[in-house]
């Protein structure tokens, strides 16, 4: 609970993390670890005062996620469906061709 500043070389580490794909799940994660590991300690005479500190348990977070999602089913990046303009075009230019196509008469078809 103190005031917390981010240094250049902080800064520099996040933008590593975002460089090389790291969710920010696994950055919130491995801080997270990082901060119990150190109240877990008997002696904290020394402080924290860097983001690198985490880093160790952020690679190791997305290391955890990675795994965890071997054999997971892969976000589509594809349309889940047609767009409804897709769709009005589609069936205009159907019914358009329907219209011109000379098709013989048969009874009881418009």
């Not at 250049?8 to 950055?27: F, H, N, R, S």
């Not at 160790?56 to 349309?79: C, D, F, I, N, Y």
Request: glycine share 8%.
């Amino acid at each position: 609970g103190g005031i917390l500043l981010l240094s250049t070389l902080d800064w520099a580490l996040i933008e590593t993390w975002k460089d090389a794909g790291i969710p920010q799940e696994a950055v919130l994660r491995g801080i997270d670890a990082a901060f119990e590991r150190y109240d877990k300690r008997p002696s904290r005479r020394r402080k924290v005062n860097s983001l690198a500190y985490c880093a160790q348990e952020v690679l190791a977070a997305a290391g955890e996620m990675k795994e965890a999602a071997v054999g997971a089913p892969r976000e589509s990046k594809t349309k889940a469906g047609f767009d409804s303009a897709e769709i009005v075009h589609f069936l205009r230019r159907n019914a358009t061709e329907l219209e011109s196509a000379k098709l013989p008469s048969r009874p009881g078809i418009l």
